[in-house]
């Protein structure tokens, strides 16, 4: 694929754009994090937006439906449009996960997710959120630390009373700091840690016939610096974050003792992983028949 159909001419010299951005990517708040506008050629992603597909009704899609998320993901390479197939191997390609290096200044080499372990599509409908929460920090399947997040957002004519802005908190989850509108052809990329705080937290208000739209993609490396993790938690999934001065904003951690333990050991991930690819989607595909 030429680089000229795919990314937008102001943003065409991606070693340029790294260089020019990297400060002000380390240096934003509460984490470091930037937002691209028009990132993308805008014919290129008009193609994107046409072949998404309605989530819903695709093979092995997951369906989240709780208190702390209400959401629909894909990452099923073989059953998405072959557009977007090839859209999503030119970002896990050489020359982005290049630009991606540059821009971060991420010492450990990063490393694509071909199996978009927890990527790939996303779609959200009337009344779906996301909570605040920060990820889980190694791949299920390699162990690999996860070091990046990539938000590429497909919503055309969005108005701001429809929410579902992507809000990045503070620490101690007093305060919102940043909010991103998931407007058409905007990416944010972010590094993430235990304090990365992110999500859409309150109910999407928009009509029945849109959805919020985005692609996400992650990225890895093996090892990462001590301080990016807090030592004492030990789990390797979503944690959600309750916002200060909210009451019941999340669901309880119900988890046991003992199930916490496990999650160190790699046998626990390799059971997980087997449930998500075998298990899970199995239920998920019943419910739509």
Not at 16 to 39: D, L, W
């Amino acid at each position: 694929m030429n680089l000229k159909d795919i990314l937008s001419t102001e943003n065409g010299n991606l070693p340029r754009i790294a260089k020019e951005q990297k400060n002000n990517y380390f240096n934003a708040k509460p984490f470091p994090n930037i937002v691209f506008k028009n990132f993308f050629n805008e014919q290129y992603l008009d193609k994107i937006l046409l072949d998404f597909p309605n989530l819903e009704n695709l093979k092995k899609t997951r369906i989240y439906d709780n208190q702390n998320e209400k959401k629909l993901e894909n990452n099923k390479i073989e059953n998405i449009p072959k557009t977007i197939e090839n859209f999503i191997s030119f970002l896990n390609g050489k020359d982005f996960v290049n630009f991606l290096q540059e821009l971060t200044s991420i010492k450990e080499k990063l490393i694509s997710d071909p199996n978009l372990d927890g990527g790939g599509l996303h779609e959200i409908k009337k009344g779906g959120k996301l909570k605040i929460h920060t990820d889980f920090h190694l791949h299920p399947g390699t162990g690999l630390d996860r070091r990046i997040n990539m938000l590429i957002y497909l919503n055309k004519n969005w108005e701001d009373y429809y929410g579902g802005h992507l809000e990045l908190w503070d620490d101690e989850m007093k305060n919102c700091i940043k909010k991103i509108s998931p407007t058409f052809n905007t990416v944010v990329i972010f590094s993430t840690t235990d304090f990365s705080n992110h999500g859409h937290p309150d109910p999407l208000n928009c009509p029945e016939d849109i959805t919020r739209k985005s692609v996400a993609l992650y990225y890895f490396s093996k090892g990462r610096p001590e301080n990016e993790i807090i030592k004492k938690s030990v789990k390797n999934t979503t944690q959600f974050k309750k916002r200060h001065g909210i009451k019941n904003d999340i669901a309880k951690d119900n988890t046991s003792f003992f199930r916490k333990i496990f999650r160190h050991f790699i046998f626990y991930e390799k059971i997980k992983n087997f449930e998500k690819k075998y298990i899970r989607t199995g239920k998920s595909s019943k419910k739509r028949k």
